[in-house]
């Protein structure tokens, strides 16, 4: 059993501690940033790391209830439903966000004392029985072989008489059937999917949606992208429900938006953080009616009353049983926008897929004003899209990205408010075989 300790950087000596501890012990752990590799995207590595795990230590204090990276970290663990211990080593009140994950998991209170032993002990309790339900189940298998064996003697006997009376037969036909094997094969070796390749996933607006593989983990998931914008569609709606409603008697004064606070910003023009996104709702979807967190994206919540998309059948309802059994779910999601780092990662150093990108016919006449195919014109057919990385001095605004010429500061991305109508882009991970 590997566990994975979870823990803010300001508890960062005593998780060493207890990694410690737990390796002299002869067990394995994972712990950021030691078994972190170097050149990888930090936040994906975090993720195989808790893959590869089986139990997740909680180094439960203050510094972690503030902190959104270890709270990530526990939702991920209880998405695949790791064993969790809850190691607290304060009085700080528990969040609600973290009492949700939490609160059903085995706790040690080392709040007035340590009680690293008692830590040890358990994760040491856990490890055994692993080990003895693996040795059980060996045990049960090998009973089971050794049922059959007198009954394996008496059918053994008789496949000899067959197999005796058909060796002519059986002769003539091998060497087509091996050929046939050795052709299977390389087909099988041949559709293996690599880097570069296109694929066929899904149909939206009647057409079938192409994505490129850009890059495949050592895990053998294939991270693909939408070679074009699949649809024009504003990221997340106002918490007010009224496009620029900051109150009953005042509008958002778009050019001072620093006047407004966060809590302003989202109730007037909507909320940058992807979890809660109107747009991550519809893409992972497969229900006609979609279930939105906070307000759904109606008409009213746009400038023009453009592009409401509350009663739209979800993304995911076009695509095959087959497709979303490939699809490889990560961080509780099917689909999602790319962010600023995988665009640097997976797009810019590869010759495969561009930051720009072209709105698909369809996408252009789903946009009922006609204002996106002005601004694609401006841009030689190219059209600005979201990604899911926040701007981190305005709580209503996204990354977006459009082309090298788009701006003269920063050739490939720009701050854009999320009640815009901006491309949708979709990425997934999916199984290469």
Same mark, same amino acid.
Not at 193 to 222: A, E, K, R
């Given at each position: 059993?590997?566990?994975?300790?979870?823990?803010?950087?300001?508890?960062?000596?005593?998780?060493?501690?207890?990694?410690?501890?737990?390796?002299?012990?002869?067990?394995?752990?994972?712990?950021?940033?030691?078994?972190?590799?170097?050149?990888?995207?930090?936040?994906?590595?975090?993720?195989?790391?808790?893959?590869?795990?089986?139990?997740?230590?909680?180094?439960?204090?203050?510094?972690?209830?503030?902190?959104?990276?270890?709270?990530?970290?526990?939702?991920?663990?209880?998405?695949?439903?790791?064993?969790?211990?809850?190691?607290?080593?304060?009085?700080?009140? =528990?969040?609600?966000?973290?009492?949700?994950? =939490?609160?059903?998991?085995?706790? @040690?209170?080392?709040?007035?004392?340590?009680?690293?032993?008692?830590?040890? #002990?358990?994760?040491?309790?856990?490890?055994?029985?692993?080990?003895?339900?693996?040795?059980?189940?060996?045990?049960?298998?090998?009973?089971?072989?050794?049922?059959?064996?007198?009954?394996?003697?008496?059918? @053994?006997?008789?496949?000899?008489?067959?197999?005796?009376?058909?060796?002519?037969?059986?002769?003539?036909?091998?060497?087509?059937?091996?050929?046939?094997?050795?052709?299977?094969?390389?087909?099988?070796?041949?559709?293996?999917?690599?880097?570069?390749?296109?694929?066929?996933?899904?149909?939206?607006?009647?057409?079938?949606?192409?994505?490129?593989?850009?890059?495949?983990?050592?895990?053998?998931?294939?991270?693909?992208?939408?070679?074009?914008?699949?649809?024009?569609?504003?990221?997340?709606?106002?918490?007010?429900?009224?496009?620029?409603?900051?109150?009953?008697?005042?509008?958002?004064?778009?050019?001072?938006?620093?006047?407004?606070?966060?809590?302003?910003?989202?109730?007037?023009?909507?909320?940058?953080?992807?979890?809660?996104?109107?747009?991550?709702?519809?893409?992972?979807?497969?229900?006609?009616?979609?279930?939105?967190?906070?307000?759904?994206?109606?008409?009213?919540?746009?400038?023009?009353?453009?592009?409401?998309?509350?009663?739209?059948?979800?993304?995911?309802?076009?695509?095959?049983?087959?497709?979303?059994?490939?699809?490889?779910?990560? #961080?509780?999601?099917?689909?999602?926008?790319?962010?600023?780092?995988?665009?640097?990662?997976?797009?810019?150093?590869?010759?495969?897929?561009?930051?720009?990108?072209?709105?698909?016919?369809?996408?252009?006449?789903?946009?009922?004003?006609?204002?996106?195919?002005?601004?694609?014109?401006?841009?030689?057919?190219?059209?600005?899209?979201?990604?899911?990385?926040?701007?981190?001095?305005?709580?209503?605004?996204?990354?977006?990205?459009?082309? #090298?010429?788009?701006?003269?500061?920063?050739?490939?991305?720009?701050?854009?408010?999320?009640?815009?109508?901006?491309? =949708?882009?979709?990425?997934?991970?999916?199984?290469?075989?």
């Amino acid at each position: 059993m590997k566990t994975f300790i979870s823990h803010s950087t300001k508890d960062a000596d005593l998780a060493q501690n207890i990694c410690n501890a737990f390796e002299e012990k002869g067990m394995k752990c994972f712990i950021a940033p030691r078994d972190i590799n170097a050149g990888c995207v930090y936040s994906e590595e975090i993720m195989r790391g808790i893959d590869l795990c089986d139990a997740m230590v909680l180094i439960a204090s203050k510094s972690s209830f503030e902190s959104q990276h270890v709270l990530r970290e526990l939702e991920r663990a209880v998405d695949r439903r790791m064993k969790i211990i809850v190691y607290k080593i304060d009085e700080s009140p =528990i969040p609600k966000s973290f009492e949700y994950f =939490i609160m059903l998991n085995q706790w @040690i209170d080392a709040s007035a004392s340590p009680k690293l032993q008692e830590l040890i #002990n358990v994760v040491c309790l856990d490890n055994k029985e692993t080990k003895n339900a693996q040795t059980d189940t060996k045990e049960v298998r090998q009973e089971k072989k050794v049922s059959h064996t007198s009954k394996g003697v008496l059918l @053994i006997c008789i496949l000899i008489i067959v197999i005796l009376i058909g060796t002519i037969i059986y002769l003539l036909i091998v060497r087509d059937n091996a050929a046939q094997q050795v052709e299977q094969n390389s087909v099988s070796a041949d559709a293996l999917i690599q880097v570069g390749d296109q694929i066929t996933m899904g149909i939206y607006n009647g057409v079938p949606i192409t994505w490129t593989v850009l890059f495949i983990s050592d895990m053998g998931y294939g991270y693909a992208l939408a070679d074009q914008i699949v649809t024009i569609k504003p990221y997340d709606s106002p918490e007010s429900g009224v496009y620029n409603q900051i109150s009953k008697d005042e509008e958002f004064d778009a050019q001072h938006p620093e006047n407004y606070t966060s809590e302003q910003l989202r109730y007037a023009k909507g909320n940058n953080e992807w979890g809660s996104s109107n747009i991550r709702s519809w893409l992972n979807s497969e229900e006609v009616a979609v279930s939105y967190i906070g307000t759904p994206p109606s008409v009213g919540c746009f400038y023009d009353d453009r592009i409401g998309y509350n009663r739209e059948p979800g993304f995911l309802t076009s695509f095959s049983e087959e497709e979303l059994q490939r699809i490889v779910e990560t #961080n509780g999601e099917y689909v999602f926008l790319p962010s600023q780092e995988e665009i640097a990662l997976y797009v810019e150093n590869n010759d495969y897929a561009f930051a720009e990108a072209m709105p698909t016919p369809e996408a252009f006449e789903q946009e009922i004003t006609g204002e996106a195919k002005g601004v694609a014109e401006t841009y030689d057919g190219y059209y600005p899209w979201f990604t899911r990385s926040v701007d981190a001095t305005n709580a209503a605004m996204v990354v977006t990205v459009i082309g #090298n010429d788009f701006t003269v500061d920063n050739p490939f991305s720009y701050s854009d408010y999320v009640t815009s109508p901006r491309g =949708i882009r979709p990425a997934m991970w999916i199984s290469i075989e």
